[in-house]
């Protein structure tokens, strides 16, 4: 059975930091591409950022230079430290871990992280 743990949100100042954790099991974590997207209330789901299993990494516009996505394969685990949050940055973080090889896709159940001005 997959699955995947968020950990890490909260409440923060804008100008504050978090740092989001995703821990993974039931799959062979390091083969697997691994994101974090982000929902607010009435958008969509975004992609934030994505680390590969070759560990390039992905970010979107919004948060490049303020975002840091990590792993530690010996620990099944991939991190997104955030800082410099802003408001905008109020959403649902949800863990993503793809195979490349086979297409799975499977979903964390989220964490809330929400920024105050």
């Known amino acids: 059975q997959v699955q995947l743990v968020e950990s890490g949100g909260g409440l923060v100042q804008a100008g504050g930091s978090l740092r989001l954790s995703c821990v993974a099991s039931?799959?062979?974590?390091?083969?697997?591409?691994m994101g974090w997207y982000r929902q607010a209330p009435g958008k969509q789901r975004e992609q934030v950022a994505t680390i590969t299993m070759r560990v390039r990494t992905i970010y979107a516009d919004s948060v490049k230079g303020r975002f840091t996505i990590s792993r530690d394969n010996a620990k099944n685990t991939v991190y997104l430290q955030m800082n410099s949050l802003k408001p905008e940055d109020t959403a649902v973080y949800y863990c993503?871990?793809?195979?490349?090889?086979?297409?799975?896709?499977?979903w964390g159940q989220g964490t809330q992280v929400t920024v105050s001005s």
């Open positions: 993503n871990a793809g195979n490349p090889r086979d297409g799975s896709s499977n």
């Open positions: 039931g799959i062979i974590f390091s083969i697997n591409d």
